[in-house]
T-cell receptor, first 112, second 114 residues
Framework: SQTIHQWPATLVQPVGSPLSLECTVE??????LYWYRQAAGRGLQLLFY??????ISSEVPQNLSASRPQDRQFILSSKKLLLSDSGFYLC???????????FGQGTRLTVV | AQTVTQSQPEMSVQEAETVTLSCTYD???????LFWYKQPPSRQMILVIR??????QNATENRFSVNFQKAAKSFSLKISDSQLGDTAMYFC???????????FGTGTRLKVLA
């Protein structure tokens, strides 16, 4: 069966420090991969999605970037964190088109 | 652009009662999927139910059912026999056949009261 691993679960980082959040999917090939951010009391904002190893789309121009070094690995990065980067980050995967997405357990990021 | 609107930020229901959460969406696509996700206090996103737009029959999963009105672009979730474990944030989501992007509403926080 397919599983998704996302880590770390919680992270506290100072302003200006770098960020790396990792997500890995097991049990499937060529998944579509997603990074969402959920700010307090708000819905899910799509940050990046990738339908292939060399195909990453950015939805919101900001302080973050994404990479897909392997088929089932998706990394969210920042060179210098801002206070506004605080939030709950969710990785998700799906297969094919017009199907449901499955989510990781999320990372709570607090920038201080 | 597709949008998903959940107009009820918070709702409450007595245990064992029935509650309906509202969702409307806007799209020009003819083929799409709609979903309801549950996010309990653990914050794990859990798929509750899905509906294919080409199916006229409303989806049902145990105590959860939807009322899909395609012409009105409405997709409400009915929870029957509410249980304390149903307390969570509920998100309505959309994905169209022409895109890989899931669009989420802002969520409805549901509290089931004992």
């Amino acid at each position: 069966s397919q599983t998704i691993h996302q880590w770390p679960a919680t992270l506290v980082q100072p302003v200006g420090s770098p960020l790396s959040l990792e997500c890995t999917v097991e049990g499937t090939s060529n998944p579509n991969l997603y990074w969402y951010r959920q700010a307090a009391g708000r819905g899910l904002q799509l940050l990046f999605y990738s339908i292939g190893i060399d195909q990453i789309s950015s939805e919101v121009p900001q302080n973050l970037s994404a990479s897909r070094p392997q088929d089932r690995q998706f990394i969210l990065s920042s060179k210098k964190l801002l206070l506004s980067d605080s939030g709950f980050y969710l990785c998700a995967w799906s297969v094919g088109i017009v199907t449901e997405a499955f989510f990781g357990q999320g990372t709570r990021l607090t920038v201080v | 652009a597709q949008t998903v609107t959940q107009s009820q930020p918070e709702m409450s229901v007595q245990e064992a009662e029935t509650v309906t959460l509202s969702c409307t969406y806007d799209t020009s696509e003819s083929n799409y999927y709609l979903f309801w996700y549950k996010q309990p206090p653990s914050r794990q996103m859990i798929l509750v139910i899905r509906q294919e737009a080409y199916k006229q029959q409303n989806a049902t999963e145990n105590r959860f059912s939807v009322n899909f009105q395609k012409a009105a672009k409405s997709f409400s979730l009915k929870i029957s026999d509410s249980q304390l474990g149903d307390t969570a944030m509920y998100f309505c989501a959309f994905i169209g056949s022409g895109t890989y992007k899931y669009i989420f509403g802002t969520g409805t926080r549901l509290k089931v009261l004992a």
